[in-house]
């Protein structure tokens, strides 16, 4: 699940590389997945069946870290 988030959020972002802080992201993702039954029930990752879900959400969490680190880099232009 964490890989098919990851690799979408890439994809529908243009990023030009993968980020330490975008694999953060998508691991932080896949852990606040979890929904309460699944919490209740001791799991550490979401069930299969809802992998399209999760994906998502995982790569919706890539993206806004994409587009935060584009906010806050420093574009150096030499001359």
Sequence with gaps: MLNLGLGLGSILCHASAVTDA??????????????????????????????????????????????EEVRNANFYFPN
Excluded: T
């Design 22 to 67: 975008m694999v953060e992201a998508s691991s932080l993702g896949l852990a606040d997945s979890l929904n309460e039954e699944e919490r209740d029930s001791g799991l550490l990752y979401p069930r299969l069946n809802r992998i399209r879900e999760i994906s998502a959400y995982i790569a919706m969490h890539v993206i806004r870290k994409a587009q």
